[in-house]
């Protein structure tokens, strides 16, 4: 799916108030944030000022309880004096509701309220303030007031009376205490409460301290985050009313038992400000952002749209031919649009100029081939004539007009048609240039040979193959000519045929020309055999170096080449002849006479052989010189003189030379179990197995000594040795040579690898020896048929591997 131009300008400008419209956003974000990081310090701030207001009424109460148990009115509880004394005092100080003193047999001796005393008094709070080792002041939980009928809190003190202990209280107002609270209030959206975390008990409430003061809630939410977090914190939950707040709270004295103090702020009104302020900016954004739409579009359809229609519908004309076409831009438009209507206009020009340097290029090329001797033919890829130059007239008698629109290949020689049709399919599948000659038929109906040149045309846009042009000439008198000189040598090869010894005619690349019927005799060929292929197919491949140096020779321009070598015979053996060359003029080939001389070269090859033999005795000799009788392997002599070879080799190619150094387990002890004559036997064979492990020609295997073999391995390094070393281990295994002085039971052997790229003047062989022989003293020490590796290479593969 496309879209315009307008719409891409207008989708330009809404990119450019993404930005503005990301800022707003991350700005409201920003400001909701603020918002409830102040709403948060504010609680914070009034919960711990509010908890400090709440210890005043404590305070309170202590100094009270002191002072009335200094009074004598009250501390004696003289009737009528006591409680008239309690009523003024509690009605002087609204945060108390009632006052009292109880004997020590829990009869209410004095009361505030109460006229008479009264029996049955004492509670939970009486024991826990008379008991031993009571504090001075005690503040006791939520209870229903047997006097009000209110919830209240009970703070009492000890009251020294004759012959026991009392107790003087007081009951605070809980109504009192919400007002209290609510003085931390400011705003109609805030709520404060006190709450007894444990039992879920709710002290003061403001507002709506009627509904909930006095109420047990241990299942609310804000209750269970009290009890959680008793020591204060700030957290946004639920209030017992349902609305979510952010709440600030602080633990009240320790007198208040563990209460609690809350004040909560509506997280909806603390954000109403800042939502406010993004709602007017998104509003304003999305002004800005229609605006910018509507500018845009304008902008796109007046500064671009009109003007590239413009250039559109010139550059059509131009497409049409029409090269005077503009689009007639005004100055004021952008000067990129400027600058593609000038290059418009060039191009114009220039096209204008190159059709008609084309029109004048079309008439010299259309009078080169209407002039030209050749007839001149163009073909589509259906391989039908689409031109044809005049020179159609002499060629084949027939006018361009009558050719064109008929496949040549239906003219064609029916023995031609196939191969003249398969080298247009060659060159029309993209085979630039081919040639081909052909017998076609002239309008006077005889056959005449005619060459035709091809070559292929592309399309210059796409590069595709887009033609065929061809140019077809009449050679008939060339093959007229070449008719005549088959002929010629007809009469010539009839004194060849006859020769005894064998003729031939070869080109530089030992294609066979020709060949006399002599080779019948000499290598058992007919000529129509060879005729046509390559020679080199018959010849010893041993002997074509020098068969090549002697046609390269300067002697074979005089015909004073000759050369020695194997030809084979139609039965596979070989047989010996001389061939006496001369080298044809203008890169014709060679000619060559070739005779038989098996019987000179096996004369001489007697001669040779018996040189041969004489050279292998001595070789047999030196051999036994350097080979160990009883294992086969290479003795020590041998070994030291390939160590220093391989050696001095190794240090100039750079490579790596390997050693490893093997040694029969227990071999002293196999001799003496099963003599030295099985000894022997055992030592041949773990020999064999070295032989059959190594497998490249230049690795050497010696008997180092006793039961001790040596495996040099020339350009291998620490690894490639160790499997080497692992493959001779295993198979001596796979030997099960019974052994019994071995704790195995089976005849095994260790090996030390050792490896290094050697460097002139720091390494020597001996240290190579010294590496390997170190190694296999590790391998025994660790306990035999194992291999240990110890490399001195410039990455060093170390370790051991066990059998």
Not at 221 to 249: C, K, M, S, T, Y
Not at 390 to 417: C, F, K, T, W
Not at 421 to 428: G, I, K, M, P, S
Not at 572 to 591: C, F, I, K, P, T
Request: hydrophobic share 45%; glycine share 8%.
């Amino acid at each position: 799916m496309t879209t315009g131009l307008r719409l891409r300008v207008v989708l330009l400008a809404l990119a450019a108030v993404v930005p503005l419209l990301a800022l707003l956003f991350a700005g409201s974000v920003a400001d909701r944030r603020l918002a409830l990081d102040a709403a948060r310090s504010r609680v914070a701030e009034l919960a711990a000022r509010g908890a400090g207001e709440q210890a005043e009424v404590l305070r309170d109460t202590r100094l009270l309880l002191g002072l009335l148990a200094t009074m004598p009115a009250v501390a004696e509880a003289v009737p009528g004096t006591c409680h008239e004394t309690l009523k003024a005092i509690a009605g002087a100080r609204p945060q108390f509701a009632t006052m009292g003193v109880i004997g020590i047999d829990r009869t209410l001796l004095c009361h505030s309220l109460i006229t008479e005393q009264r029996p049955g008094f004492g509670t939970e709070l009486f024991t826990r303030v008379t008991a031993p080792d009571a504090p001075g002041f005690v503040v006791g939980g939520l209870v229903m007031s047997k006097t009000t009928g209110k919830p209240t809190i009970v703070a009492a003190s000890p009251l020294p009376l004759p012959g026991g202990t009392g107790m003087i209280f007081i009951s605070i107002n809980l109504e009192w205490l919400s007002q209290l609270a609510g003085q931390a209030i400011d705003s109609p959206d805030q709520t404060v409460l006190v709450m007894e975390p444990q039992s879920g008990a709710v002290l003061a409430r403001s507002p709506d301290s009627a509904r909930w003061v006095g109420r047990t809630v241990p299942d609310e939410a804000l209750a269970r985050l009290l009890a959680a977090q008793p020591q204060g914190g700030i957290a946004r939950i639920r209030d017992l009313d349902g609305v979510e707040r952010i709440f600030g709270f602080a633990p009240l004295p320790d007198g208040f038992s563990g209460a609690v103090l809350a004040v909560g702020l509506s997280r909806a009104a603390v954000l109403a400000g800042a939502d406010q302020r993004m709602m007017i900016g998104l509003g304003l954004a999305l002004a800005v952002s229609l605006g910018a739409t509507i500018l845009a579009w304008w902008l796109g359809d007046r500064f671009l749209v009109r003007p590239i229609a413009a250039l559109g519908r010139a550059a059509r004309r131009f497409g049409g031919g029409d090269f005077t076409a503009r689009a007639n831009l005004s100055s004021w438009h952008a000067a990129e649009l400027l600058a593609l209507d000038r290059t418009l206009a060039d191009m114009a020009g220039a096209l204008a100029a190159a059709q008609e340097k084309l029109s004048d290029s079309e008439a010299r090329y259309r009078l080169l081939a209407e002039n030209s001797t050749d007839m001149i033919f163009r073909l589509d890829l259906d391989f039908v004539r689409r031109y044809v130059s005049p020179a159609s007239r002499e060629i084949l008698g027939y006018a361009p007009e009558e050719l064109m629109g008929i496949r040549p290949v239906n003219q064609v020689h029916p023995d031609d048609a196939a191969r003249v049709e398969a080298v247009f399919r060659q060159v029309a599948a993209g085979r630039d240039r081919a040639s081909v000659a052909n017998r076609i038929r002239h309008r006077d109906g005889r056959w005449i040979w005619v060459e035709a040149e091809l070559r292929l045309v592309r399309d210059p846009v796409t590069g595709q193959p887009a033609a065929l042009l061809g140019a077809l000439r009449d050679i008939s008198d060339r093959k007229a000519a070449e008719a005549a000189l088959k002929d010629s040598e007809e009469r010539y090869r009839l004194l060849a045929d006859n020769a005894t010894d064998m003729i031939m005619r070869l080109g530089t690349d030992f294609h066979c020309f020709y060949v006399s019927p002599a080779i019948r005799d000499l290598l058992g060929y007919d000529p129509v055999d060879i005729e046509g292929t390559d020679l080199r197919a018959i010849l010893c491949p041993d002997d074509l170096p020098a068969i090549e140096a002697v046609l390269a020779s300067p002697d074979a321009d005089h015909g004073r080449a000759s050369v020695r070598c194997r030809g084979r015979r139609v039965d596979g053996s070989y047989v010996w002849v001389e061939a006496n060359v001369r080298r044809l003029a203008e890169g014709q080939g060679y000619l060559a006479v070739v005779r038989d001389i098996t019987r000179a070269k096996a004369a001489e090859a007697q001669i040779a052989e018996a040189n041969d033999r004489l050279a292998k005795a001595n070789q047999m000799l030196e051999a036994w010189a350097l080979e160990d009788a009883l294992t086969g392997l290479a003795n020590r002599r041998h070994f030291d003189g390939a160590l220093d070879r391989e050696f001095r080799r190794a240090i100039r190619a750079g490579n790596s030379l390997a050693l490893i150094m093997i040694d029969v387990d227990y071999f002293k002890a196999y001799n003496d179990y099963y003599g030295h004559p099985a000894g022997d036997t055992c030592l041949r064979a773990v020999s064999q197995c070295v032989l059959r492990m190594i497998e490249r020609p230049g690795d050497i295997a010696a008997r180092y000594g006793g039961e001790e073999i040596v495996v040099l391995l020339p350009g291998t390094d620490a690894m490639g040795a160790q499997a080497v070393a692992e493959k001779i281990r295993l198979a001596v295994r796979e030997l099960a040579i019974r052994h019994g002085g071995d704790p195995s039971g089976f005849l095994a052997v260790s090996a030390g690898v050792a490896a290094m790229l050697p460097l002139k003047g720091q390494h020597r062989s001996s240290d190579l020896v010294g590496q390997a022989d170190r190694a296999l003293y590790a391998a025994k020490l660790a306990g035999r048929n194992r291999i240990v590796v110890d490399s001195v290479d410039d990455e060093p593969a170390k370790g051991d591997l066990f059998g």
